[in-house]
């Protein structure tokens, strides 16, 4: 290696380290992706450094791990706003820069995207990072069979930074790594090659060679299987040890493909606390520099689910929770631990974990599914055909329904109300306060009639002083505002999270002369269809409010069954009206969207006015 390039490889040392403290330091203060970011600098710096980004194209899978690519593409000045409103984002988006060529939250979609992206610009390399646990989704599965052998200019990088394929072949591992990068070993195989083809004829000598290769390949197992999709496989690389990438990655670059290159990473690398706490620090909110500790200590409805669910295991043995690659973010972590045989992580597998519930409620046991709102969709096959259909009473626990902040447009939770108001035969409740999210778990374990949904916004736990008991298909009245005798101006019938938005309006509902009736709808599929039909002719206003995309949704819900009971009534919908919610803080987006604060009291002033004009 010569003078000039160990120099090279010097800076690129220096600045990783640098980037390091960036990461950690915005983090720190902002929450984040941190540990898998921390462990991906060097590959991230290596590549950029081999190819040229402004015409090739480098995605990740997922893009959580693109943290350094940002720094790298012109965002290092800005970086201290991510995940902010206005600021850098959480996740690659062609909105936010050119230097991101496709739109990356959820894991699976980068090898298919890449796939796409390589067909439509033949003359440039598409790179492609993808992630160990994001690699063994299905849709990821689909597109390594579809690539290999097809698209000559694809090249993707493995960021193993949990399996254990290195350490399992040691040294021996590193020495075939090397001996496959080579030009030799690359000579070699294609010569082989071009033998066995010329004597496909002499059976005897074909079958030698052939039995030879395989055994070779056998022994270090990821050539074979990659190999025989059509793949030149590296690896197992150092991801820390940039001089040995950036050799790599300049061979690549000038074979053909497709090619696969396995890079192994210690994830968290750089900060001791990511280091020991990876799941932690994998996805983590503002926390102390010096500790590690995070600063928020408030208890979400997510740690209500989790109280409750570890109560209810301990006396009903039937029950098994299952989480797609979510332990911690779905409050299971607990129930884990106590009941390790019935506390199942199929990683990021949502399709394969519905159909495995279904296979579970199918012969006596009680399986939660407890999913993010915005993974749920990935499983819409499965929820309709191997649930809904069937009639299997699989608990559904969906987390973060709603918005929910940093993380933006990707992993907002605006559509699981439409899916499951869509289809047949499913239960869905949205509790309003925790009580009643602890009343409805209770419900839910002795439930048997079909599938139950419950959503669980992603906020600190709510209560009012409330001695009425959930029951399933029933609203309750929760207070009147302004003048009692004008209870029947307005009802404001509040779903999940919205109730405690409109009680903290009240004042300024009743400042504004605005009279009527809160109502606390927990209950969305069944409606409390009694008390719309007996009551709801009453009201001369009727606003349905809920932390959801508003068409297709629970006031359009409401609105179709007043419709089909030939009830004339207009139904305000209040809701969200966009398919595409930014990042920023959570209370800051609800102000946003007039789902909070002074904002949703002009909301429904904007309708009360243009009812009146109407009227008139």
């Keep these: 290696m010569d003078e000039y390039f160990k120099e090279e490889i010097k800076k690129m040392e220096y600045q990783a380290e640098e980037i390091r403290q960036l990461l950690i330091e915005t983090v720190s203060k902002n929450g984040g992706h941190l540990a898998s970011n921390l462990g991906i600098v060097e590959v991230t710096l290596a590549l950029h450094k081999i190819f040229d980004f402004s015409k090739d194209k480098l995605l990740f899978d997922v893009g959580h791990q693109s943290y350094v690519h940002k720094i790298l593409t012109g965002r290092k000045d800005r970086f201290d706003t991510l995940r902010g409103r206005n600021g850098i984002g959480p996740f690659m988006d062609p909105i936010e820069s050119e230097s991101d060529p496709f739109i990356s939250g959820h894991a699976g979609t980068g ?10 610009n033949p003359d440039d390399r598409v790179v492609v990072v993808v992630g160990d646990a994001s690699v063994a989704n299905g849709h990821s599965l689909e597109a390594l069979n579809n690539i290999g052998g097809r698209y000559k200019n694809i090249i993707v990088v493995l960021n193993d930074n949990e399996m254990s394929i290195g350490e399992n072949v040691g040294s021996l591992s590193k020495f075939f790594g090397k ?5 030799k070993y690359m000579n070699l195989r294609d010569e082989v090659r071009s033998i066995i083809n010329k004597v496909r004829k002499a059976n005897m000598v074909l079958n030698t060679l052939e039995r030879m290769e395989i055994s070779i390949k056998n022994f270090f197992f990821p050539l074979s299987v990659l190999e025989s999709l059509g793949y030149k496989y590296f690896g197992t690389l150092d991801g820390h040890n940039i001089e040995e990438m950036i050799e790599t990655f300049k061979k690549a670059k000038r074979l053909e493909g497709p090619i696969f290159i396995h890079v192994k990473t210690q994830k968290g690398k750089g900060y001791h606390f990511a280091e020991e706490d990876k799941e932690k620090f994998h996805g983590i909110s503002p926390f102390n520099l010096e500790t590690g500790d995070i600063f928020a200590n408030t208890k979400t409805y997510s740690n209500v689910f989790a109280e409750k669910i570890v109560e209810l295991g301990k006396t009903d043995k039937d029950i098994i929770a299952i989480s797609a690659g979510m332990v911690k973010g779905t409050g299971l972590e607990k129930f884990f631990e106590e009941f390790p045989e019935r506390g199942i992580d199929v990683g990021i597998s949502e399709g394969y974990a519905i159909t495995f519930a279904g296979g579970l ?3 006596g046991k009680k399986p939660y599914v407890c999913i993010y709102s915005t993974f749920i969709q990935r499983g819409f096959s499965q929820i309709i055909h191997d649930i809904s259909l069937q009639k299997l009473p699989v608990r559904f626990i969906i987390d973060r329904a709603g918005i929910v902040g940093e993380d933006g447009k990707t992993h907002n939770g605006l559509y699981d109300l439409n899916i499951f108001l869509t289809i047949p035969n499913y239960v869905v409740i949205s509790p309003t306060t925790s009580n009643e999210l602890y009343e409805a778990i209770d419900l839910s374990a002795a439930y048997d009639s079909g599938p139950i949904v419950i959503r669980i916004p992603r ?4 209560q009012i002083d409330d001695d ?22 307005n009802i404001f019938i509040a779903t999940g999270s919205m109730l405690k938005e409109i009680l903290d309006i009240e004042n300024l509902l009743s400042s504004k002369k605005i009279n009527g009736t809160i109502i606390s709808a927990a209950s969305i599929k069944p409606l409390d269809e009694k008390f719309l039909l007996e009551n709801i002719w009453k009201y001369k206003n009727i606003f349905v409010l809920e932390e959801s995309y508003q068409h297709n949704s629970f006031g359009s819900y409401i609105l179709n069954f007043l419709n089909d009971k030939k009830i004339n009534k207009i139904i305000n919908k209040i809701g ?15 102000i946003e969207c007039g789902l909070k604060g002074e904002k949703l009291l002009e909301r429904i002033e904007e309708q009360l006015n243009a009812s009146q004009t109407n009227n008139k």
């Design 576 to 590: 969200i009206e966009v398919g595409l919610i930014p990042h920023g803080k959570r209370s800051e987006l609800l």
């Design 361 to 363: 409620a199918k012969y």
């Design 468 to 489: 009425e008991e959930f029951v399933l298909g029933k609203w309750k009245i929760i207070k009147y505002i302004g003048d009692i005798d004008k209870k029947y101006e």
């Design 111 to 120: 090898l298919a995207a890449a796939a796409g992206i390589a067909l439509a």
């Design 179 to 183: 001996l496959m990068i080579s030009e």
């Design 459 to 462: 906020e600190v736990s709510f």
